[in-house]
């Protein structure tokens, strides 16, 4: 089905320097293989170009498109622009490492149109860069964000990670308030998870790593909350924050909200429809179906009406936009559910939607279940 809906286009960009031991996204070390990669994605991009008629958001992700060269980067968005239609007042995000900006790349970034970075800077204390095995330091994290606001960008995300094993609240919150000097309009706090096969998931099975407990997860998240709103930020998602409803991610909000989104890139899921497909998980198996003329697609389903219904459920309990009850049909006993919800302190009624506390952001991958 095409859908009149402008898009959102995601774009993986499947190459870091190094892998870090907790991260489970699909990347490659080998940056030989970025011209054999850009040759495929053209080709990609082809199949869609009649089915998703208009974008308004593109965000570079991976993997670290910061990675790219300028005039790498310039070909990729040549790629996007000659064959995909991207509104003027796009939303254009790239995911950047520290040490991979600089002033020239910045302007080049400006030029091409990008609008806003979402600076990877995890933690400001050595330490912790040390032990989650980033590449940059304190330093280049703070030189970073200086050429960013130098170079004239005005919307600036920056993305932490807490719950370190032995991180204790100080730490976090002094890395939070280093954060807010520079401003930004969004900031995206995440828990560490321990995904399986990843590095610090070994360390864990040999009893090396010993994340922390479910109580502490509750104090950084809470701590996080309210010390963001304390200054002015509005916590909109589970892990996002910004300054003000216009910086909220116009691109997320699309995965949230279930509008159609395509994605690209080895290991890119996309959505349209009540249609879902993703693609392999493989540089070279992408590159070689796309070679063949063939789309790289690793699985695809069609949801049930019950998987839409349960899908606008827990992407709803996500934001403080909540859950929009009249789209959820007739058939739920919802006077016996919702009271449940609130009687706990998970939820409020606001209008027609159901709207999750800070509380219920806590327990929101347990909020479905009681819709089921
Ligand atoms: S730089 Fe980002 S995408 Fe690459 S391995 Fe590290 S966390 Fe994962």
Redesign the pocket.
């Known amino acids: 089905m095409i859908s009149d809906i402008p898009s959102g286009l995601y774009l993986h960009v499947p190459f870091?320097r190094?892998?870090?031991p907790y991260?489970d996204?699909y990347?490659h070390t080998d940056h030989s293989l970025i011209p054999r990669w850009l040759n495929a994605l053209g080709k990609e991009i082809g199949f869609y170009q009649d089915s998703f008629p208009v974008m308004d958001t593109l965000y570079l992700g991976?993997?670290?498109p910061s990675g790219l060269s300028e005039s790498q980067i310039e070909s990729l968005l040549d790629l996007i622009r000659e064959r995909l239609y991207l509104n003027t007042d796009s939303e254009i995000t790239i995911e950047a490492?520290p040490n991979d900006l600089n002033p020239s790349k910045l302007k080049t970034y400006l030029d091409l149109g990008i609008n806003r970075i979402s600076l990877?800077v995890q933690s400001f204390d050595s330490q912790e860069l040390l032990f989650l095995r980033r590449r940059h330091t304190t330093e280049d994290a703070l030189k970073a964000l200086e050429g960013i606001r130098e170079a004239g960008f005005t919307n600036l995300g920056i993305d932490l990670i807490y719950g370190l094993p032995g991180q204790t609240k100080e730490p976090w919150l002094a890395t939070l308030d280093k954060a807010l000097t520079f401003h930004p309009e969004h900031l995206s706090c995440y828990q560490l998870t321990i995904a399986e096969g990843t590095l610090f998931w070994s360390l864990k099975e040999k009893g090396r790593l010993q994340p922390i407990r479910e109580a502490e997860e509750e104090t950084f998240f809470l701590a996080t909350t309210r010390f963001l709103e304390e200054h002015g930020y509005l916590h909109y998602e589970i892990s996002n924050f910004s300054r003000e409803e216009k910086f909220f991610s116009r691109h997320n909000q699309k995965y949230w909200q279930r509008k159609p989104c395509l994605g690209l890139g080895p290991s890119a899921h996309s959505f349209q429809g009540n249609r879902r497909w993703w693609n392999v998980r493989s540089l070279n198996r992408y590159c070689r179906a796309l070679e063949a003329d063939k789309l790289p697609l690793e699985e695809q389903e069609e949801l049930t009406e019950e998987q839409v219904r349960l899908e606008l459920i827990s992407l709803g309990l996500r934001t403080r936009a909540g859950l929009d009850l009249t789209q959820l049909g007739a058939k739920l006993p919802l006077e016996k559910i919702l009271p449940k919800l609130i009687e706990n302190g998970w939820a409020s009624i606001s209008g027609n939607h159901l709207v999750p506390t800070v509380k219920g952001f806590l327990v929101a991958d347990r909020l479905p279940l009681f819709f089921e």
């Open positions: 870091c190094s892998k870090c991260c996204f990347s991976g993997g670290s490492n990877g």
